[in-house]
């Protein structure tokens, strides 16, 4: 890219919280249709659209719902007739409008929601957890995670390229970290409009847009007679789905510059690294810390952040992971009852290294759960248990959980524990 056509990616340079850099991006998104019904950590996101709307710079039908099942129904159907929509909801407001996002996934309908991760009640909890998010993994939406508010306002408008290509129209979740992402104010370079038009085109849902002049049927009652198809159909639409979205950053580069090296993951002082830790949103700011320092201590870590979660990068993933001698897996989320106790990330990792005909140690690593801060402390032992699993010590226990008040954690007094 020569300088003169650098000068015209990035209008201006602003400090921005995670809301507020998506709330631009749906601004030179150009986008149709919002409905709301904000609840934390996402609310500023709206609050930010509905001042955009009123001071003229977005020409855009706001709204506002009865519910997150209202409001995910209004933006389904918006689609469904050829608008491009948005949405967004966070926690438990997310699983109340579950039934709405399944049948928008089933539909093939490419709407962007916003998720500020919220942990699921009870008990009350607002704090940042990623299972609200992670809820519709296996439900054919893509699923990525920002972790600066420039990820953030670049991922809204790479979300609406790849959801909205023929070849994969799904729904696009894009998650954001409550509190640490969505509240947290970063330096953004916000894209210049006519730039994001070019990367950008219109909507166009083509023959499948709901219409009298076109009729189809969406959503029929089909049972035994269609639905494996159709999962097929999906199944196809997530596969094709990685293609596009390399072909989609390749175009992002181009007009934007350098900005990702790899679509699905960064890599961070992993060249020579002995071992990496593996994680999701915003763990990655005290990871890339304690990488630093243990670096000057002659430790070689490094650390693989996560952005893609569905279409899961499982080639590019195993190729990277396969050279090192441990892998410490982050989650931020749990699965009770799972194989080995361990966490959501833990099984799709291990899975992604199982044909290996050798695979790097694996740990796994649950904390930050409630929105409870993950210090550089915290890593920093995470990496030495890494290492020393690389070097060939005992894993037992496979599932570590860090940062966690054991005793009370048990809650089951010694004599009655099994």
């Not at 704090?127 to 998010?133: Q, S, T, Y």
């Not at 199944?235 to 900005?259: D, K, P, S, T």
């Not at 890339?288 to 996560?306: C, I, K, M, P, S």
Request: some cysteine; hydrophobic content about 40%.
């Amino acid at each position: 890219m020569t300088l003169a056509e650098k000068t015209i990616a990035y209008e201006r340079e602003e400090l921005l919280t995670g809301c507020q850099a998506v709330a631009q991006a749906v601004r030179l998104a150009d986008v149709d249709v919002i409905a709301a019904y904000p609840i934390r950590p996402y609310t500023e996101v709206m609050d930010n659209l509905s001042r955009i709307i009123a001071d003229g710079q977005l020409d855009a039908e706001y709204i506002v719902a009865d519910s997150e099942h209202s409001q995910f129904e209004i933006v389904k159907h918006a689609s469904s007739v050829g608008a491009r929509a948005f949405a967004g909801s966070s926690g438990t407001g997310w699983m109340y409008g579950f039934e709405a996002l399944v049948v928008t996934a089933t539909d093939r309908l490419p709407v962007l929601f916003l998720v500020g991760n919220r942990a699921l009640d009870d008990p009350g909890a607002f704090g940042v957890e990623h299972n609200d998010a992670l809820a519709i993994r296996d439900m054919g939406w893509l699923l990525c995670w920002a972790t600066t508010a420039q990820e953030a306002l670049e991922h809204v408008l790479i979300g609406y390229r790849v959801a909205e290509d023929p070849r994969v129209r799904m729904p696009m979740a894009l998650a954001l970290d409550g509190a640490f992402l969505t509240h947290s104010q970063h330096m953004v370079r916000v894209p210049a409009a006519e730039t994001v038009r070019r990367f950008l085109p219109p909507f166009d849902l083509g023959d499948r847009r709901l219409h009298p002049d076109n009729p189809i049927s969406i959503a029929p009652q089909v049972n035994e007679d269609w639905v494996m198809e159709l999962r097929r159909q999906n199944w196809e639409a997530a596969r094709r789905a990685r293609r596009v979205i390399e072909q989609a950053y390749r175009e992002f580069n181009e007009l934007f510059g350098e900005r990702y090296g790899t679509p699905f993951f960064d890599e961070y002082m992993t060249d020579d690294a002995e071992v990496v830790l593996v994680g999701l949103g915003t763990v990655a700011m005290p990871a890339r810390t304690a990488v630093r320092r243990l670096r000057e201590h002659g430790h070689r870590v490094g650390y693989v952040n996560l952005r893609w979660f569905r279409p899961f990068p499982g080639p590019e993933l195993r190729a990277s992971l396969a050279r090192f001698r441990a892998v410490g897996v982050i989650d931020r989320d749990f699965a009770h009852g799972s194989p080995d106790d361990g966490g959501v990330l833990l099984h799709e990792v291990r899975s992604c290294l199982y044909p290996l005909p050798e695979r790097p140690q694996v740990l796994n690593f649950l904390t930050g759960l409630g929105g409870r801060d993950i210090s550089i402390d915290d890593v920093t032992s995470m990496y030495e248990q890494t290492l020393a699993a690389g070097r060939g010590r005992a894993l037992e226990p496979a599932v570590r959980w860090i940062g966690v008040r054991e005793e009370a954690a048990r809650g089951v007094p010694e004599e009655r524990r099994p």
